[in-house]
């Protein structure tokens, strides 16, 4: 079953904009890690915080980890075309260790 | 430097027919390998692990099966597939046992249908 539910299913913008997305999930973590995957492609690791962190960022990609809403958030600022893709966040549960993906949410940047 | 590969690409296998899905990992030893499916618009449903040659966990009750012939070597199989099998099946790798901790490197995928 899944445990990280993204947040909006879909999410069409224009090249500059920033995007948002978010990931929400049930039981306490270790980590929350969040992946790219092209249409038809394999999936790219993006970030991975840990459960004692609260924001991370690489590149123009910030992500923020709220433990207590168990909640994350993707923020892609000043977006490109070339980030259209799909984006999951992939959750860990602290009793079983195990990793879970959520059903992603659909980015499409518009030129 | 690290690579994964995974053949084929795409399949079309009628109903009943067998399967195998071959994946191979470049550059690196010991690797925990993972067979994952990604249903139409859906997120990704862990398979299959395996932490080392011969050793397979499964994740769910299905008609599939995997193997670990070699160190770099995983390999998903089923006898006999059924229209649900098909999807866009995923092999993955990574450095530590635990999965949450590593990230993971994903191959290519293969797209199967079913008819």
């Known amino acids: 079953s899944q445990q990280g539910e993204e947040d909006p299913q879909a999410l069409s913008i224009q090249e500059g904009e920033n995007a948002t997305m978010n990931c929400s999930y049930k039981?306490?973590?270790?980590?929350l890690q969040w992946y790219r995957q092209n249409s038809g492609r394999g999936l790219v690791h993006l970030i991975l915080?840990?459960?004692?962190?609260r924001e991370k960022h690489s590149g123009r990609l910030r992500v923020t980890l709220d433990t207590s809403k168990k909640s994350s958030s993707l923020l892609i600022t000043a977006s490109r075309a070339a980030d259209t893709a799909s984006y999951f966040c992939?959750?860990?549960?602290?009793?079983?260790?195990?990793?879970?993906f959520g059903a992603g949410t659909r980015l499409t940047v518009k030129p | 430097s690290q690579t994964i590969h995974q053949w084929p690409a795409t399949l079309v296998q009628p109903v009943g027919s067998p399967l195998s899905l071959e994946c191979t990992v470049e550059?690196?030893?010991?690797?925990?390998l993972y067979w994952y499916r990604q249903a139409a618009g859906r997120g990704l449903q862990l398979l299959f692990y395996?932490?080392?040659?011969?050793?397979i966990s499964s994740e769910v009750p299905q008609n599939l099966s995997a193997s670990r012939p070699q160190d770099r070597q995983f390999i998903l199989s089923s006898k006999k597939l059924l229209l649900s099998d098909s999807g866009f099946y995923l092999c993955?790798?990574?450095?530590?046992?635990?999965?949450?901790?590593?990230?993971?490197?994903f191959g290519p995928g293969t797209r199967l249908t079913v008819t």
């Open positions: 993955a790798w990574s450095a530590g046992w635990d999965r949450a901790t590593y990230e993971q490197y």
């Open positions: 039981t306490s973590i270790n980590n």
């Open positions: 915080i840990r459960s004692n962190e």
């Open positions: 992939a959750t860990d549960a602290t009793s079983n260790n195990d990793m879970r």
């Open positions: 550059g690196t030893s010991n690797p925990n």
């Open positions: 395996s932490v080392g040659i011969g050793q």
